[in-house]
Structures are given as structure tokens and as C-alpha cells.
């Protein structure tokens, strides 16, 4: 089974984890099992940025961002070429290293 790499994030997750995944797992469902509590406030429907992740490695084994994604993509803060909708971007089978970036746009942010 691959496994994602969290990097240590201030807030969702201040040691960083290690996770294992079943192939075809979003990275988001993968950091939520985890217990990394990953924005999501379009509750995973590409309709918004708040789950906007850095894949470090391992970008090229995740599936096509569509141009949905694309386009939601473009309004990311501290958009990289190697961004993605962790709601979107599946997981095949080799290993990812995922940063969380320290802002998202979320006008309303629940649990502050």
C-alpha cells in the first residue's frame, strides 16, 4: 500500500504523519482518516480551494486534475506547479511527500 508523508503543518498537524492508503483514495480522505483535520469546506465537491495541497513528491503517479480543478486551482493561495485539490487528486500506488500550505481562502472558517 502506498503511503502519504504529511509534512508538519502549525495548526492540522505540528509533527507531520505518516499514513498508509488504499490505491484510489483521495489525499484528503486519506489525511481526514488520518486525523489530520485538512480544510474542506466545499465538502470535497471541487468547488473551492481550502483543501489545496503541495505534492512534493510523487506528483506525476496522481490522476489528471481536470479543468475544474484547473480553474479552482488558479485561486489557491501559494499556487505551485505541483499543486493540487486534495479532494481531487488520487492516490495510485507510489509513495507522496503532501505539504499543507499555512493559508487557505476561507472566508468562513469553522471551529475558531
Not at 489525499?27 to 469546506?41: K, M, N, S, W
Not at 505541483?82 to 493559508?103: F, G, N, T, W
Request: aromatic content about 4%.
Amino acid at each position: 500500500m502506498p503511503k502519504i508523508i504529511f509534512l508538519p503543518h502549525e495548526e492540522v498537524c505540528p509533527d507531520g504523519a505518516l499514513i498508509e492508503v488504499e490505491s484510489g483514495t483521495t489525499i484528503c480522505d486519506a489525511a481526514l482518516a488520518g486525523d489530520i483535520e485538512i480544510e474542506h469546506a466545499c465538502e470535497k465537491s471541487c468547488a473551492c480551494t481550502t483543501c489545496h495541497v503541495i505534492v512534493r513528491e510523487g506528483f506525476d503517479s496522481l490522476n489528471e486534475p481536470t479543468e475544474d480543478e484547473e480553474d479552482m486551482l488558479d485561486k489557491a493561495w501559494g499556487l505551485e506547479p505541483e499543486s493540487r485539490l486534495s479532494c481531487q487528486a488520487v492516490v495510485d500506488d507510489e509513495d507522496l511527500v503532501v505539504e499543507i500550505p499555512k493559508y487557505t481562502i476561507n472566508h468562513a472558517k469553522e471551529h475558531h
